[in-house]
C-alpha cells in the first residue's frame, strides 16, 4: 500500500471553530489532493497541489484554505467550520500515472 | 468540464457470474482512467490503471478495457465472488495528468 495516512481519522468540532486536517505521504509523490465525499454528490475537489508551496483550487473550495511546506505534508483547514462541512474527507497522492488514497477522515460539525 | 457516468448505479448479482461495469465520459482528450474500489467506511484502493494508449489492462479476474473516441470504459469482472463486493468508481485523468474526475460509482453485491 502507498505511504499516505491522514489525522485525524474522526473529529466532532463546534460550528465556528477552526479545524485542521493533516496529510501525509512517504512516496515522495508531486501531487497531492483533497476532496470530500457526500452521499449524492460522490467526490469532489476541494484543493490539490502540484508542488511545496504550489496549491490550486477545486470545484468546492469555498470555506476551505490548504497549505504545503514540505512534499510529505498537505494541510487543509476550515477556517470557521459550519454544518454543511461535515463530510468525509480523503487525501489522495500522485505521482506521474497512478492515484492513491488515504483511509479518510469523518469530519462532524455540531 | 469532463463529465464521468456510470452505469448502472448498483448492480446485484448471484455468486459465480460474470459481470461488466460501464463507466462514459463527455471529453476523449484524456490522460489516463483508473479504476478503484471502496468498502463501506473505507478509503479508495486503486484496482487498474490504463493510459490513454492503452486499449487494456488485467489484474486476475479483473480486466479493465478504454475506448477514447467512444468515451467509454468498462471494468469486467469474471467469477464474482462475495468478498467483490463494494462501491466501483472510476476516475478519468485530464490531459495533463494533473487531475482527475470521479464517476459517482457502481453499487456491487455479489450474493453468496
Known amino acids: 500500500d502507498a505511504g499516505i495516512t491522514q489525522s485525524p481519522r474522526h473529529k466532532v468540532t463546534e460550528t465556528g471553530t477552526p479545524v485542521t486536517l493533516r496529510c501525509h505521504q512517504t512516496e515522495n509523490h508531486r501531487y497531492m489532493y483533497w476532496y470530500r465525499q457526500d452521499p449524492g454528490h460522490g467526490l469532489r475537489l476541494i484543493h490539490y497541489s502540484y508542488g511545496v508551496k504550489d496549491t490550486d483550487k477545486g470545484e468546492v473550495s469555498d470555506g476551505y484554505s490548504v497549505s504545503r511546506s514540505k512534499t510529505e505534508d498537505f494541510l487543509l483547514t476550515l477556517e470557521s467550520a459550519t454544518s454543511s462541512q461535515t463530510s468525509v474527507y480523503f487525501c489522495?497522492?500522485?505521482?506521474?500515472?497512478?492515484?492513491?488514497f488515504g483511509q479518510g477522515t469523518r469530519l462532524t460539525v455540531v | 468540464k469532463q463529465e464521468v457516468t456510470q452505469i448502472p448505479a448498483a448492480l446485484s448479482v448471484p455468486e459465480g457470474e460474470n459481470l461488466v461495469l460501464n463507466c462514459s465520459f463527455t471529453?476523449?482528450?484524456?490522460?489516463?482512467l483508473q479504476w478503484f474500489r471502496q468498502d463501506p467506511g473505507k478509503g479508495l484502493t486503486s484496482l487498474l490503471l490504463i493510459q490513454s494508449s492503452q486499449r487494456e489492462q488485467t489484474s486476475g479476474r479483473l480486466n479493465a478495457s478504454l475506448d477514447k473516441s467512444s468515451g467509454r470504459s468498462t471494468l469486467y469482472i469474471a467469477a464474482s465472488q462475495p468478498g467483490d463486493s463494494a462501491t466501483y468508481l472510476c476516475a478519468v485523468g485530464d490531459n495533463y495528468g494533473q487531475n482527475f474526475v470521479f464517476g459517482p460509482g457502481t453499487r456491487l453485491s455479489v450474493l453468496p
Open positions: 489522495a497522492i500522485k505521482g506521474n500515472t497512478e492515484a492513491f
Open positions: 471529453d476523449s482528450a484524456i490522460y489516463n
